[in-house]
């Protein structure tokens, strides 16, 4: 039989200790106290009380002493954790595993202010311990890393003695789920929008009522010293009856945190946090990770020193917070890039291939085959290794350590063990660990990095006596890249137009200071720069054309000229040569184009010159033009015509469309005016469609909200 409420046990308890009952005669006899009432209700409902133990780890500053882990029992509803007086590893045995592992206790073992008394547990018959598969399976249903999850966060006040939070209910509601970096948007980000955390709902027993997520619970107890267990157990009971997945605890800083920042079971659902710290991103992440089943990530021995995971402590405690997710093994272990993960054995088999960082999936720049996120390196008899590389853009664009190397971590399990950073390697260095399989060295090799879109490292893992890879050997196909949506895909990249009526461009530039080459070629993409290899001006705009680098035309995208495109000069700029290889223009050098913006010659339209086909001009071949009718672009090219370089364009937009830089008022939450820029906005994947109703957000994030308007 199970106990429904523990509160009705811990009653009992007091009862108990206030009549000096015989606690050893209550253990012969279970409940021995028949004349009382209580008793009697009791004797009826209470055998054993059941709970989950599960280790709970606490996160401390950088450089800061380490604390040791604890232990909870918590009951299957969540709204009771008990905690063990003393070290309690000898009582739950060699066979424990955190989260699994299920304890029943007699009520003699349990001390009235809810802590497990290890010596009183540890007598015959006073504790057993259980594994049930039920329980793992409906803990890990619970506990999964994907999907929309109710986070609980709860303040603990005492009014009386003014000792409170230093958050307001609106400020831990903003700080949590609502400004521009907390536990919801840095998980969003992580995982590509695959795990959620929204504000749980509804009211509890006591009648406290949730505000956007959050519930102050009052109490009369002095706060002052008070251990941080106890504060969680007036959070708890005060939050009876709220549905939820996650509960946050916020304790004032008077509380005792035994050194801690903040506390996390591992893995379950309960949290605890010092006011100080309670508003970092860096923290709540990493207490929450603990929930998701994570233990540390450490460096060199030391627990928390991975600066490529949150797992650690490395980053700012600040509200502002640090932008980076995971590192490889908790990658693996959350499942958010399972799709791109691969396996390798190399006592079987090597691997020469590509990995890029966690931002190409999300931006979409992955290539449809041939690239990976992580690697797990998996053969018998060996610590498992996970490879990924560590590209610092995007939701990890503030990584502290390691940003654009390919990392590698050593973790024994997926869940519920310490990671320990092995490598941070750069192009053309390797990775060794001696005797792998118990026969030859594996060895990691970075061939080449590129920290371009999306970025990708080529990188090889193989065994010695099994096979050698080589950077200069590719033996696997070079990935097939999506293309790229960002560069206008109307534009067509060709090399000089083939329906051109004026024969392959000059050796030299078109229209430059010296032309001792040619004077006036035609040129292959613009006749304003140098024969471009992609672009006639300049590289693909990174965001829309600007200002249109030509004139909006009437019928060509360059405006008809009145006397010539160049200005014609006193006298003649280039002087008719017998056998000139131009003919001398009559009122334009370029005829006004049918279709094409030259006629066709017959032969030949340009003859090779000897030694000069134009005389050298003194002073300069062409007078430089104080209109010029071709403007030099400030940022966008012209696109490269289909078949002439004067026929206009089908689908260049000339209007703009960016986003504003201004912050727009989007809301009031609880009284306070939220002002928040489209970039923020861009972000929130799962309420862009409900921000972009407003009009003030429609017109001031045009390019966020999709709803671009371009002039043609």
């Given at each position: 039989?199970?106990?429904?409420?523990?509160?009705?046990?811990?009653?009992?308890?007091?009862?108990?200790q206030?009549?000096?009952?015989?606690?050893?005669?209550?253990?012969?006899?279970?409940?021995?106290?028949?004349?009382?009432?209580?008793?009697?209700?009791l004797?009826?409902?209470?055998?054993?009380?059941?709970?989950?133990?599960?280790?709970?780890?606490g996160?401390?500053?950088?450089?800061?002493?380490?604390?040791?882990?604890?232990?909870?029992?918590?009951?299957?509803?969540d709204?009771?954790?008990?905690?063990?007086?003393?070290?309690?590893?000898?009582?739950?045995?060699?066979?424990?595993?955190?989260?699994?592992?299920?304890?029943?206790?007699?009520?003699?073992?349990?001390?009235?202010?809810?802590?497990?008394?290890?010596?009183?547990?540890?007598?015959?018959?006073?504790?057993?311990?259980?594994?049930?598969?039920?329980?793992?399976?409906?803990?890990?249903?619970?506990?999964?890393?994907?999907?929309?999850?109710?986070?609980?966060?709860?303040?603990?006040?005492?009014?009386?003695?003014?000792?409170?939070?230093?958050?307001s209910?609106?400020?831990?509601?903003?700080?949590?789920?609502?400004?521009?970096?907390?536990?919801?948007?840095?998980?969003?980000?992580?995982?590509?929008?695959?795990?959620?955390?929204?504000?749980?709902?509804?009211?509890?027993?006591?009648?406290?009522?949730?505000?956007?997520?959050?519930?102050?619970?009052?109490?009369?107890?002095?706060?002052?010293?008070?251990?941080?267990?106890?504060?969680?157990?007036?959070?708890?009971?005060?939050a009876?009856?709220?549905?939820?997945?996650?509960?946050?605890?916020?304790c004032?800083?008077?509380?005792?945190?035994?050194?801690?920042?903040?506390?996390?079971?591992?893995?379950?659902?309960?949290?605890?946090?010092?006011?100080?710290?309670?508003?970092?991103?860096?923290?709540?992440?990493?207490?929450?990770?603990?929930?998701?089943?994570?233990?540390?990530?450490?460096?060199?021995?030391?627990?928390?020193?991975?600066?490529?995971?949150?797992m650690?402590n490395?980053?700012?405690?600040?509200?502002?917070?640090?932008?980076?997710?995971?590192?490889?093994?908790?990658?693996?272990?959350?499942?958010?890039?399972e799709?791109?993960?691969?396996t390798?054995?190399?006592?079987?088999?090597?691997?020469?291939?590509?990995?890029?960082g966690?931002?190409?999936?999300?931006?979409?720049?992955?290539?449809?085959?041939?690239?990976?996120?992580?690697i797990?390196?998996?053969?018998?008899?060996e610590?498992?290794?996970?490879?990924?590389?560590?590209?610092?853009?995007?939701?990890?664009?503030?990584v502290?350590?390691?940003?654009?190397?390919?990392?590698?971590?050593?973790?024994?399990?997926?869940?519920r063990?310490?990671?320990?950073?092995?490598?941070?390697?750069?192009?053309?260095?390797?990775?060794?660990?001696?005797?792998?399989?118990?026969?030859?060295?594996?060895?990691?090799?970075?061939?080449?990095?590129e920290?371009?879109?999306p970025?990708?490292?080529?990188?090889?893992?193989?065994?010695?006596?099994?096979?050698?890879?080589?950077?200069?050997?590719?033996t696997?196909?070079?990935?097939?890249?999506?293309?790229?949506?960002?560069?206008?895909?109307?534009?067509?990249?060709?090399?000089?137009?083939?329906?051109?009526?004026?024969?392959?461009?000059?050796?030299g530039?078109?229209?430059?200071?010296?032309?001792?080459?040619?004077?006036?070629?035609s040129?292959?993409g613009?006749?304003?720069?140098?024969?471009?290899?992609?672009?006639?001006?300049?590289?693909?705009?990174?965001?829309?054309?600007?200002?249109?680098?030509?004139?909006?035309?009437?019928?060509?995208?360059?405006?008809?000229?009145?006397?010539?495109?160049?200005?014609?000069?006193?006298?003649?700029?280039?002087?008719?040569?017998?056998?000139?290889?131009?003919?001398?223009?009559?009122?334009?050098?370029?005829?006004?184009?049918?279709?094409?913006?030259?006629?066709?010659?017959?032969?030949?339209?340009?003859?090779?010159?000897?030694?000069?086909?134009?005389?050298?001009?003194?002073?300069?071949?062409?007078?430089?033009?104080?209109?010029?009718?071709?403007?030099?672009?400030?940022g966008?090219?012209?696109?490269?015509?289909?078949?002439?370089?004067?026929?206009?364009?089908?689908?260049?937009?000339?209007?703009?469309?960016?986003?504003?830089?201004?912050?727009?008022?989007?809301?009031?939450?609880?009284?306070?005016?939220?002002?928040?820029?489209?970039?923020?906005?861009?972000?929130?994947?799962?309420?862009?469609?409900?921000?972009?109703?407003?009009?003030?957000?429609?017109?001031?994030?045009?390019?966020?909200?999709?709803?671009?308007?371009?002039?043609?």
């Open positions: 039989m199970k106990l429904h409420s523990l509160s009705l046990l811990l009653s009992f308890l007091g009862f108990i206030a009549n000096e009952v015989d606690t050893e005669s209550l253990a012969t006899q279970r409940i021995a106290l028949a004349t009382d009432n209580v008793a009697n209700i004797k009826s409902t209470i055998a054993l009380v059941e709970c989950i133990v599960s280790e709970v780890h996160l401390t500053p950088p450089d800061a002493t380490e604390v040791p882990v604890q232990f909870a029992c918590t009951t299957d509803d709204d009771n954790t008990l905690f063990f007086d003393s070290d309690a590893t000898a009582l739950l045995g060699n066979d424990f595993v955190s989260g699994e592992t299920r304890l029943a206790l007699a009520p003699q073992a349990i001390s009235p202010d809810g802590t497990i008394n290890v010596q009183q547990a540890m007598a015959p018959g006073a504790a057993v311990t259980i594994v049930s598969n039920d329980v793992e399976n409906d803990r890990r249903r619970k506990l999964t890393t994907t999907g929309i999850k109710q986070v609980l966060v709860v303040l603990v006040v005492n009014d009386v003695r003014n000792q409170k939070p230093r958050q209910e609106a400020r831990m509601y903003d700080d949590v789920f609502e400004d521009d970096n907390n536990l919801r948007v840095r998980y969003d980000d992580c995982s590509n929008g695959a795990l959620i955390f929204d504000p749980a709902t509804g009211n509890a027993f006591t009648g406290g009522n949730v505000n956007n997520g959050v519930l102050t619970v009052t109490t009369t107890e002095n706060l002052d010293g008070m251990t941080w267990q106890n504060c969680g157990r007036i959070a708890t009971n005060g009876r009856g709220i549905n939820r997945d996650h509960t946050m605890i916020v004032p800083d008077v509380v005792n945190f035994g050194g801690a920042a903040a506390w996390g079971q591992m893995p379950g659902s309960i949290s605890w946090y010092r006011s100080r710290f309670a508003s970092g991103p860096i923290v709540q992440m990493h207490e929450i990770g603990h929930n998701l089943g994570h233990q540390h990530s450490g460096k060199d021995g030391v627990t928390y020193a991975d600066p490529t995971c949150n650690g490395r980053g700012s405690f600040s509200d502002a917070g640090t932008n980076f997710c995971f590192n490889a093994a908790k990658t693996w272990a959350n499942k958010w890039y799709e791109y993960h691969v390798v054995d190399p006592s079987r088999g090597g691997y020469d291939g590509t990995l890029v966690i931002n190409a999936v999300k931006d979409k720049s992955i290539a449809a085959t041939g690239q990976d996120v992580v797990k390196v998996d053969s018998p008899g610590t498992d290794l996970y490879i990924i590389y560590n590209r610092k853009t995007g939701a990890n664009n503030e502290p350590q390691n940003g654009d190397q390919v990392v590698i971590v050593e973790q024994g399990r997926e869940l063990e310490v990671s320990s950073l092995m490598a941070a390697l750069s192009e053309g260095e390797v990775y060794t660990q001696r005797f792998w399989s118990g026969a030859g060295n594996l060895i990691v090799k970075v061939c080449s990095l920290t371009g879109t970025g990708s490292a080529r990188v090889l893992v193989y065994e010695t006596g099994k096979e050698t890879l080589s950077c200069t050997d590719r696997t196909p070079v990935p097939t890249a999506v293309p790229d949506t960002t560069s206008p895909t109307a534009v067509p990249v060709t090399a000089s137009p083939t329906g051109s009526p004026v024969t392959a461009s000059p050796t530039s078109p229209v430059t200071a010296s032309p001792t080459v040619s004077p006036v070629g040129p292959t613009s006749p304003v720069t140098k024969s471009p290899t992609v672009s006639p001006v300049t590289k693909s705009p990174t965001g829309s054309p600007v200002t249109a680098p030509v004139n909006a035309p009437t019928g060509a995208p360059v405006n008809a000229p009145t006397g010539a495109p160049v200005n014609v000069p006193t006298g003649a700029p280039v002087k008719a040569p017998t056998g000139s290889p131009v003919n001398a223009p009559t009122g334009s050098p370029v005829n006004a184009p049918t279709g094409a913006p030259v006629n066709v010659p017959t032969g030949a339209p340009v003859k090779a010159p000897t030694g000069s086909p134009v005389n050298a001009p003194t002073g300069a071949p062409v007078n430089v033009p104080t209109g010029a009718p071709v403007k030099a672009p400030t966008s090219p012209v696109k490269a015509p289909v078949s002439a370089p004067v026929n206009a364009p089908t689908g260049a937009p000339v209007s703009p469309c960016q986003d504003s830089n201004l912050k727009i008022t989007i809301k009031v939450i609880l009284g306070i005016k939220k002002e928040r820029t489209c970039n923020w906005i861009s972000m929130k994947s799962r309420r862009i469609d409900a921000f972009c109703k407003v009009p003030s957000i429609a017109e001031n994030c045009p390019l966020t909200c999709g709803i671009c308007v371009y002039l043609f």
